[in-house]
């Protein structure tokens, strides 16, 4: 009861969007081959390979692109084809520029894979196609009207590429990518498959047919057969020409064909029920008619569910389960996807939640240095890999990945996750966490510097904050930014200069702002821009500045509006737990279900009134936190409220004998023990 209130009152409904939360397996992960330009992607990639043609992978320099690039070269390294790669470097702006691409055709290159970037390079797409390049372009940015002229576009923003969820990362694109490329080599590539089911129908015969390749549906039919209807046999024998078919219980199938068909016709089936049984014991003897009515097969089925969608079910699982280019892409990559999905702050839904979850799952079972790099690094900011989650990889894993590309050297962190020599991991690690020290330092020292500034800005503008300082490093701005919104509460635009022709300006906004239509209202000012709805960078000629300043303001203010400068700050309640019915177990349950929590879903508050103190301490270098003992029901369970002096003070909680609080629930893993815990958001005391 208390997951279903849960859900419901945060509006997850559908059958569909259940799986992601009852069944986080790879299993239930969209299909690359989804993506309409896939195969062709493909299949460009194997081009290269056979025509020993030389391959530049190009990423962005934050976590995503770094994890992304790191993916789709060791895809295609495992593939044999000769490949370089390359992130930005220095003060390099973001995306391929003309230079690059200059020197990889110098190189003999001719064929550009982009990731986490390339979908606003237009001209740079042209000029490459000019030199004999071909260009595919991995991107996960919103893309403009008219999309760059590559080779492929693989974007699960364009809605004409028809994959069913938007909010992938690079690095997820990057898995998706490599999980391809792997299935290329299988004899199901490029195979077509035909699914049937013939279903008798009073006189005549229902035949449900659906289409596959690369098992992405491409056709659905259901044509009805019988001895007075003949020409249907030939619009029958023609849809499954060229197909191998797949049925479940041949002889019976061909039997009910014989009876109903016009003419008599010969077909050749294959016959996965013996393979699906072994798959899906549960299932042994039951029709695909008495399969449709278990409640545990229907939360996969979709709505309206038929006989043939169960059979669709059972072979695409057959076919994730027989070959190994799933299993294998899980425990080699899927981990750095995850990292870059929690990195990139996606939203923790849909298939995002399988790839986070089942990431971490393949990274805390590596036990074969799949990814020594990896491991080292995890080491060495005090990680233990069978205590990773969500919160350790947000606040101590990627801040170290990110440091590298903030410090200019991004290439260092691609260079330490593609690394299989010891030596040279130490060595690349200590420099990851040498570029961390630098960068906190730095960023301590810049805003300090920029604090004064940024309270005049907010005091004149009001709802945002946006002010240009040379002395920001370009690679800082969105850290800057990022500190702004986190301590005033609104947006904030930061811009510096990244040499003496072009400003760099980078947005950070919450849930009432949307950067991208910023972006895209002002994209033909912009020399690039691009990026997501709570983050997005952009550059322009520095002799515009005057008129951009102008222009940017104008659009905050417009797209803030009047009624967006006061919000009210609540909090959202989950669920109210009376303490006589507390049960720790449950509430356990209930979070291992509903995690991994992040953007978009936020970690579960609750509400519990009076409820007893036992006692407290104060914690934390300076004792600026306390931790208090509460006795709910049977059990005496810890409250940490960080920073307390925002909330109570000490005399305030001295003097109580019971607290009413809304607070997030915690579980997490130290050196091998569970320790389950609240983080009071609010709370009111009451005195003896």
Not at 170 to 181: E, F, H, I, Q, S
Not at 188 to 205: D, G, M, S, T, W
Not at 359 to 367: H, K, L
């Amino acid at each position: 009861m208390l997951m279903a209130s849960v859900l419901v009152r945060r509006g997850v409904f559908s059958k569909e969007e259940l799986v992601f939360f009852l069944e986080k397996d790879i299993k239930n992960l969209h299909q690359p081959f989804l993506f309409k330009d896939m195969e062709r992607a493909i299949d460009r990639i194997l081009d290269a390979k056979s025509e020993g043609e030389r391959v530049l992978v190009f990423g962005d320099k934050d976590v995503d692109g770094i994890v992304g690039t790191t993916i789709i070269v060791k895809a295609l390294k495992k593939l044999g084809i000769d490949v370089r790669w390359a992130v930005p470097d220095g003060k390099q702006s973001y995306g391929v520029s003309k230079q690059v691409l200059d020197d990889f055709y110098k190189d003999h290159g001719s064929l550009v894979i982009t990731i986490d970037c390339g979908i606003s390079n237009h001209e740079e797409v042209k000029y490459a196609s000019s030199l004999g390049i071909d260009f595919l372009i991995f991107d996960h940015h919103t893309p403009s009207a008219d999309l760059p002229e590559a080779f492929a576009v693989i974007d699960a923003k364009i809605p004409e590429q028809g994959y069913p969820f938007t909010d992938l990362c690079g690095g997820a694109l990057a898995y998706k990518l490599y999980t391809a490329l792997l299935f290329s080599q299988s004899d199901f590539y490029r195979q077509k498959i035909c699914l049937l089911n013939a279903v008798p129908l009073n006189e005549a015969l229902n035949i449900e047919l659906i289409g596959i390749r690369n098992l992405a549906v491409q056709w659905r039919k259901t044509i009805t057969v019988s001895k007075d209807l003949p020409q249907r046999d030939e619009e029958l024998v023609h849809l499954l020409s060229d197909s191998v078919v797949m049925v479940f219980n041949a002889e019976l199938q061909k039997k009910l064909l014989q009876k109903n068909l016009a003419k008599s016709i010969e077909f050749y089936f294959v016959d996965i029920a013996s393979e699906c049984m072994e798959l899906f014991p549960q299932f042994k003897n039951m029709t695909l008619l008495e399969m449709l009515g278990e409640k545990h097969l229907k939360q996969y089925l979709g709505t309206k569910p038929q006989e043939i969608d169960v059979l669709h079910h059972l072979y695409t699982q057959l076919i994730v389960k027989k070959e190994s280019c799933f299993e294998e892409s899980r425990q080699e990559v899927l981990g750095l996807a995850g990292i870059a999905t929690v990195a990139d702050i996606m939203p923790m839904q849909g298939e995002n939640r399988i790839i986070v979850e089942e990431g971490i799952r393949a990274i805390r079972e590596n036990q074969e240095n799949k990814n020594p790099g990896l491991d080292a690094l995890l080491a060495r900011v005090g990680i233990n890999k069978d205590e990773l989650d969500v919160n350790k990889i947000g606040w101590k894993l990627a801040p170290v990945i990110n440091a590298s590309g903030r410090m200019g050297c991004a290439q260092k962190a691609v260079e330490l996750l593609l690394e299989d020599d010891a030596m040279r991991i130490q060595e690349l690690t200590e420099e990851l966490i040498e570029f961390n020290q630098q960068r906190i330092k730095q960023m301590e020292s810049i805003k300090r510097e920029i604090q004064e500034k940024a309270e005049e800005a907010l005091e004149q503008q009001k709802s945002y904050i946006m002010f240009h300082n040379e002395k920001i490093p370009h690679t800082f701005t969105g850290s800057i930014a990022n500190a702004l919104l986190r301590r005033h509460k609104v947006p904030a635009i930061i811009l510096t200069d990244i040499d003496p022709q072009t400003v760099n300006g980078s947005i950070r906004c919450d849930r009432f702002f949307n950067a991208n239509i910023l972006i895209d209202d002002l994209r033909e000012f912009f020399i690039n821009g691009g990026g997501h709805k709570a983050a997005a960078g952009f550059s322009f000629p520095k002799k515009d500045e005057e008129n951009m300043m102008r222009r940017l303001q104008s659009k905050i203010e417009e797209l803030l509006g009047s009624d967006s400068i006061e919000k009210e700050d609540a909090i959202d309640v989950d669920l109210e737990i009376p303490e006589e019915y507390f049960n720790l177990d449950e509430v356990k349950e209930l979070l291992y279900v509903l995690h991994p929590f992040g953007e978009r879903w936020p970690v579960l508050n609750v509400l519990l009134r009076d409820i007893p103190i036992k006692s407290f301490e104060r914690m934390g270098k300076d004792f600026q936190h306390v931790k208090i003992m509460l006795g709910i029901s049977k059990y005496t369970v810890p409250a940490l409220i960080w920073n307390y002096d925002t909330m109570l003070t000490i005399e305030q909680l001295s003097d109580a004998s019971k607290m009413s609080f809304v607070s997030n629930l915690r579980v997490e893993v130290f050196r091998g023990m569970e320790q389950f815990s609240f983080v009071v958001r609010d709370c009111v005391l009451h005195p003896e």
